[in-house]
């Protein structure tokens, strides 16, 4: 995955509505509206989307490192996103993965 890509949260299950709230509200600079990654560079950031004085502006903020692995699941190579290098608080102990599949993407938090 190289560039920057819009996304929308899938949902969530029973936590969809508290994690949705906090990833409009309190994850970053404005409302999240998707991720950037640069495969060359190793690392990646979340996109967040502001406005002041009538004008709109996208912020890079929460970056993660990116690497190419094997999954702990599957054991399949899969993207790894892990934010422990570069964030404190919550987004400390987060890790996920992106898995292509026939259908489209998996996508996996640990």
């Not at 409302?31 to 640069?38: D, E, R, T, V, Y």
């Amino acid at each position: 995955m190289d560039g920057e890509y819009a996304a929308r949260m899938a949902g969530g299950g029973i936590l969809g509505p508290a994690s949705n709230l906090y990833v409009d509200y309190l994850f970053g600079p404005g409302k999240w509206h998707g991720k950037a990654f640069s495969p060359r560079l190793g690392f990646g950031y979340n996109i967040f989307k502001t406005s002041a004085d009538g004008k709109e502006a996208f912020k890079l903020a929460k970056r993660m490192k990116t690497f190419i692995g094997k999954s702990r699941y599957d054991d399949k190579e899969s993207f790894h996103l892990d934010y422990r290098p570069f964030n404190g608080g919550l987004l400390h102990s987060m890790h996920g993965m992106e898995q292509a599949a026939v259908e489209g993407t998996v996508i996996e938090m640990e």
